[in-house]
Each structure stands twice: as structure tokens, then as C-alpha cells.
């Protein structure tokens, strides 16, 4: 009998999003390339490990895995993002014939899938760029799913999908078919990044209550729980609080660790692509350069011995600083928000954010309280900073966010995405800003032009004296 669905890569995600689909009844091949010496069986020993993949046919040779399949094929991929995705595919194309359909489930680039796409549809070849977000336990148990590529394409994998989605809290599946083209990676990589902001804003907060409030691990674990027991709830806050508590023979587990985090290519793709286009988005910036800077360790050990760091007491509750964390992440989510719209408008994919937020409000590593209460907010147009009662909780927690900061920069702390979150809204509701003298530097050097106040739509070139 030939099989419904072939999966390759037997990595991490290929292979728990294996285990879910053979457990939800779904008949599968599974395909791992072997590399003499390193990788040989990787495929037959996951069937002879897991009980639930006993069923699923094991291959090295992917001419023997394709034929294995029904037609319409369905293949998922799910490899190393960059170039193995095209080796790949230059490999399965001719096996391939009029009407199959890949489903690209890695975190590739938007406009790699859309290349991919272009490509493939030229041999009447379709193809899913599919976002999956929720990592192991997610694909093992219930994904986030965000699908991108035409009706079609999404027709054919929408019952494999269906199966694998989390269950949203109204009951919903996780799953969308976000629009066309690249539009299911698109916002996956932006889910990304909202993600840096958060892990960052999280271990700000942390390092400024065991640095300058003088909590233990257990005492900032206990504030983060509290915090997570009310609006501020979200995976990322319950899963710290975990790390903070776990302890070993040797104590606790994060005195261990060393302090360079490592980093993938999504959150440098949408700064990156955000910045073509101009979107500010100085939060996940703000988490990507304190990423980047924690791995210069040599440098920041030798500097250390320059740094004078006064420890002051500070009089920071943790109310106040939990208002600093709101804050951030609110200015967090509208960034991206407000990235996805002008992309969405800009490429005609007619992405619905409410949607979005149903997607992402379960299975994901971003899942949270925020994105329920943001969902009927951005239906339809994106207001300004979401809404009048979001508008006037900021306005309400700034004098919290600036006492934080003070107090953090007092006694060189740096607390990079709150900082960041503070100017960012700083500068969107400052009326009058210095941007005329820009404006005015580059018509002196560059005769660039100027728009002046009273004609607004064109350009004048001033005659400055030279
Ligand atoms: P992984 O555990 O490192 O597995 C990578 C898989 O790709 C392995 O099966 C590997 O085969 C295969 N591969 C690499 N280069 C290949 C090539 N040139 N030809 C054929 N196969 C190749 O990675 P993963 O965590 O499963 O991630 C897979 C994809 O999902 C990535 O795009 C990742 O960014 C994305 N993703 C990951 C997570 C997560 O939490 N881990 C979440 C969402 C999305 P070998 O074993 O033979 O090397």
C-alpha cells in the first residue's frame, strides 16, 4: 500500500512531526540521507524506536521514498533552512510529477520560498511554505501553524495540517492558511523575533531584580509566577520561572550556563527586511545586539576591569518594574504588528491579524495572555499602538518604565529592550521632532530636497550658502 504522506529530514521536528502524524492514523514514509560512517539507518532506527512509527516505511534512497507515496505526493521537508532545502528539491524535482506538492516546513526565508515556488511551478509542481512554531514538544504534541502558497497547495495539505494543530483556548485549531506565497514564512519569521524581544525583555527583568533588588533564583521565580498568574501570562514567563527552580547535585542548573546566547537567522531576517522597507524595529535590534555582544566574552572580561559598577540599592518594586515588562512587550507586539501589516498591504497578501492571533495564542513559543486580549484589537485596521485603552495603559506605565531605566543606567545596567521600548514610544508621540534639521543636512550636502511644512507633497531645493 502505498503511503499518504512522506516526511524528510529525521531531525528534531521531522521526527516528532512524524511520531504526531503516525499517531493521529496518518500512513507515512520516512526519508533521512545517510552519510557513510555518521548518518546510516537514521529513518529505520526512529521506526524500531517509537511504537507509533512501527507502521511508517524507512528510506535512504529518495527515488525508492517517492515512489513509496500516493499521487498526489505529499512531501513535508524539514531540513537545515538555506541550501539543503534546494539540494533537496533539485533531487525530489524530477522524481516528481504534475500535481505533487512539497510542503517547505523549516524556517526558510520568505523570499526563498517564493524563488522555490516560482520554480516549481513551472514543472505545474506545488508548493506550501509552511511556518511551524512551537518547537519539539509543539510538533510532538500539537503545532502553531501559519501555511503560505495558493488555494490549491493548501487544499491538499490542509487534513495532514489539521491533524498536527494545537487547540487554540476558544477551541480552534492553531492553524491558518495565512495567504499566498511566502506569506506562511513571513510571518513565522516575524513570530520569531517578536519571540528575541521577549526572552530579552524577560531576562532584563530578571538580571535587574538578582542585580539591583537582590532576589535569589527562588524569589525571582516567584515574582515571575506571579506575574505569570495575571495579564502579563505567557509560555516564556512559566518556562523561566522552571529554569530558575531547577537545581541539580551541583545547585542550580543556570549558575552553569554560560552567558553567550546563540541565534538563528530569523530574527537578523526580519530586522534586515524590516529595514529595507522601513520599519523600525528597534525591539528585536535591541535583542539581537545584546545577543550578538554576549558573545564577545574575551572582550567583555577584559573591559569588565574599566567598568566601575556602583550597586546601589534601588526603591523599585516589583510592581513597578513588572509595568516596565507590560510596557515592552506591548511596544513589542506593535512593532511587528504594524511590520506585518505594511508587508501584508505592500505584497496584496491580505493577512488577517486577528487570525494571527489566534494562531499564535496557542502551540507557539509566543503564545500568550497579550495576544488573546490583542486579537479583537487588531481586527481590521491596526490603530495607532492597537487601541485608546492600550494607548492609555502605556501613557500610565511610563513613569514606571523611566524609573527602571533610571535606576538601571544609576548603576550601568543595561537594560537594552526596555530602553529601546521607552525611546521607541518616546519618538512616536513626540509632535515635533528634529528630523527637519536632517532634512535640511541632506539638501545642503546631497541636494537631496527638502518638504517643506506648507507644501507638504513637494520637494523644494533650498539655496544654501555654500
Ligand atoms: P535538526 O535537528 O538539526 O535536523 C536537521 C535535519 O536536516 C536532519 O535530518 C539533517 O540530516 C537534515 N539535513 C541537513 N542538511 C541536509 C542536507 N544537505 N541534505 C539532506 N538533509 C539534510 O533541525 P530541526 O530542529 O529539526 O530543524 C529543522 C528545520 O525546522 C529548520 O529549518 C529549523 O530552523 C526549523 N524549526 C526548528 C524548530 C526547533 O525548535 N528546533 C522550530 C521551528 C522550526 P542529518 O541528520 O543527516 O544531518
Redesign the pocket.
Known sequence: MKKQLGI???????RSLARNWAKNGHSLSLY??R?SGS?EG?ALALTQQFEELRQAAAYEELSDFVASLEQPRKIVL????G??VD??IAELRPLLQPGDLIIE????HYLDTERRMSMLNVHKINMLGLG?????QGALNGASLMAGGTPSAYALAEPFLKSIAAKTPSGQLALKHIGPGGSGHFVKMVHNAIEYAEMQAIAEAFEFMYTLMGLDYDAIAQVLEAWNGSSQQSYLLEITSRILRTKNEQGYVIDRIADRAAY?QTGAATLVEGALWGAPLSMVASALFARFISNKKAQRQELAQYAERSLEAVSVSPDELKQAYAFTRIINHYQHFEMIAAFSERLGWKVNLSDLCAVWSSGCIIRSTLLQQLMPKVNGQLSVLFDKAAREELFAQKPSVKKVISAAMENDLPLSSMQAALIYYQQLTQEQSSAALVQAQRDYFGAHGVYLKQSAENLTFYPWPK
Open positions: 524528510v529530514g529525521m531531525g528534531v521536528m521531522g533521512n540521507r552519510i548518518e537514521v524539514m531540513v537545515t533552512a541550501p539543503a539540494e533537496l516546513a523549516g524556517n526558510a511551524v512554531s512551537g518547537g519539539e538563528n
